[in-house]
């Protein structure tokens, strides 16, 4: 069974930093893309960054993270992990782990940016 377990919201300040991690479990994590999609408050799901399998060397990230968010993952650990650096109040949403194939979602984080 595949599970993936989001952690690492929080309330941040705007110009802050917060790392989120996913531990995915039932399945063997090296082998598949993951990325993290993120859900504002009444408005639809958005893709916001993807990374390969294997070693995670091709990356996607939404225009309105690119230089800003870093996608990276630890097959060691079975961790997918999403750096999010100089936070906008628009940034806030539940963000999701997700496993693209096989559409494989977790229930979320939330993040806050509000001063």
């Known amino acids: 069974q595949v599970q993936l377990v989001e952690s690492g919201g929080g309330l941040v300040q705007p110009g802050g930093s917060l790392r989120l991690s996913c531990a995915a479990s039932?399945?063997?994590?090296?082998?598949?893309?993951m990325s993290w999609y993120r859900q504002a408050p009444g408005k639809q799901r958005e893709l916001v960054a993807q990374?390969?399998?294997?070693?995670?060397?091709?990356?996607y990230y939404a225009d309105s993270v690119k230089g800003r968010f870093t996608i990276f993952r630890d097959n060691a650990k079975s961790t997918l992990y999403l750096q999010m650096n100089n936070l906008r109040p628009e940034d806030t949403g539940v963000y999701y782990c997700?496993?693209?194939?096989?559409?494989?979602w977790g229930n979320g984080t939330l993040v806050t940016i509000s001063s």
């Open positions: 039932g399945m063997i994590f090296s082998a598949y893309g």
């Open positions: 997700v496993r693209y194939t096989g559409n494989y």
């Open positions: 990374i390969s399998s294997g070693s995670g060397g091709s990356r």
